[in-house]
Nanobody, 118 residues
């Protein structure tokens, strides 16, 4: 019922920047939580950042002060500005949507690859 499409991934050198975007479509409820998660080879999926409809944010300690999450409620998009990228940031990044009223409604994008390498 909710489709999520990510864009903006790619190859970047250490210290560089990338901006990821996620566009949501379908049965979007105006009050929700959207965010970004990532999974590196050999590791479990982990939280990167989340943002609520009223712009309350939460960040993983590993990306705090380097990444910034934002959203545009009119366009149903969420973005992740990634600065000062490190090789350990290399992972597949997934967009996530969670309905705040019907809590079992959780949706994922297919992921976009971010590679940080010299």
């Amino acid at each position: 019922q909710v489709q999520l499409v990510e864009s903006g991934g790619g190859l970047v050198q250490p210290g560089g920047s990338l901006r990821l975007s996620c566009s949501a479509s379908g049965s979007i409820f105006s009050i929700n939580i959207m965010g970004w998660y990532r999974q590196a080879p050999g590791k479990q999926r982990e939280l990167v950042a989340t943002i609520t409809s009223d712009y309350n944010t939460n960040y993983s300690d590993s990306v705090k002060d380097r990444f910034t999450i934002s959203r545009d409620n009119a366009k149903n998009t969420v973005s992740l500005q990634m600065d000062s990228l490190k090789p350990e940031d290399t992972a597949v990044y997934y967009c996530n949507y969670k309905h705040t009223v019907i809590l079992t409604y959780v949706y994922w994008g297919e992921g976009t690859q971010v590679t940080v390498s010299s």
